[in-house]
T-cell receptor, first 116, second 112 residues
Framework: DAGVIQSPRHEVTEMGQEVTLRCKPISGHNSLFWYRQTMMRGLELLIY????????DSGMPEDRFSAKMPNASFSTLKIQPSEPRDSAVYFCASRPTGAGNTGELFFGEGSRLTVL | TQLLEQSPQFLSIQEGENLTVYCNSSSVFSSLQWYRQEPGEGPVLLVTVVTGGEVKKLKRLTFQFGDARKDSSLHITAAQPGDTGLYLCAGAPNTNAGKSTFGDGTTLTVKP
């Protein structure tokens, strides 16, 4: 079975440009999470969805960041305009919900973003 | 906000040595996960512990969940270079809908 699929794997862009990161969760998983990882701050939760509905976006840094989940198999994280301090690896993770779920997350391989 | 503190932050040892990594919190978790992350990849689940006092073994790795479900440890016996990586613990307060809290991680380097 396919795992969580993220694209692009690498993106280099210039300050001020719009960046869109994409994620396809594992089929049947009802929760989707966006994390950001840096050396200084570790793994930070940005936002998570349950059944396509945003539940907690308190980790989203500022209005330049937005996330959508239009259906159960697709989510986007958009940064507009991008800034050098947004450079990081962005991970998407999914998790099944319901009876028997014990909280495990399944991560994609990440999108490494560099903003010049 | 529930916080998880991991120690040590960095660990460099020789092949064959034993080591223990700790994950501590003042909060109670319904479950706790340990992940291992290699460079250029996402974290991969190693184990989930759910019951206070629970001990799980995965080959040379032994995981323990504290009796009060606030802390956990990971012990590696006879470490090998292939064990090198970032080890992350994560606590889930509510497995059905809640968000997981991650520790800052322990970077382990095992030298041949």
């Amino acid at each position: 079975d396919a795992g969580v699929i993220q694209s692009p794997r690498h993106e280099v862009t210039e300050m001020g440009q719009e960046v869109t990161l994409r994620c396809k969760p594992i089929s049947g998983h009802n929760s989707l999470f966006w994390y950001r990882q840096t050396m200084m701050r570790g793994l930070e939760l940005l936002i998570y969805f349950n059944n396509n509905v945003p539940i907690d976006d308190s980790g989203m840094p500022e209005d330049r960041f937005s996330a959508k989940m239009p259906n159960a198999s697709f989510s986007t994280l958009k940064i507009q305009p991008s800034e050098p301090r947004d450079s990081a690896v962005y991970f998407c993770a999914s998790r099944p919900t319901g009876a028997g779920n014990t909280g495990e997350l399944f991560f994609g391989e990440g999108s490494r973003l560099t903003v010049l | 906000t529930q916080l998880l503190e991991q120690s040590p932050q960095f660990l460099s040892i020789q092949e064959g040595e034993n080591l223990t990594v700790y994950c501590n919190s003042s909060s109670v978790f319904s479950s706790l996960q340990w992940y291992r992350q290699e460079p250029g990849e996402g974290p991969v689940l190693l184990v989930t512990v759910v019951t206070g006092g629970e001990v799980k073994k995965l080959k040379r790795l032994t995981f323990q969940f504290g009796d009060a479900r606030k802390d956990s440890s990971l012990h590696i016996t006879a470490a090998q270079p292939g064990d090198t990586g970032l080890y992350l613990c994560a606590g889930a307060p509510n497995t059905n809908a809640g968000k997981s809290t991650f520790g800052d991680g322990t970077t382990l380097t095992v030298k041949p």
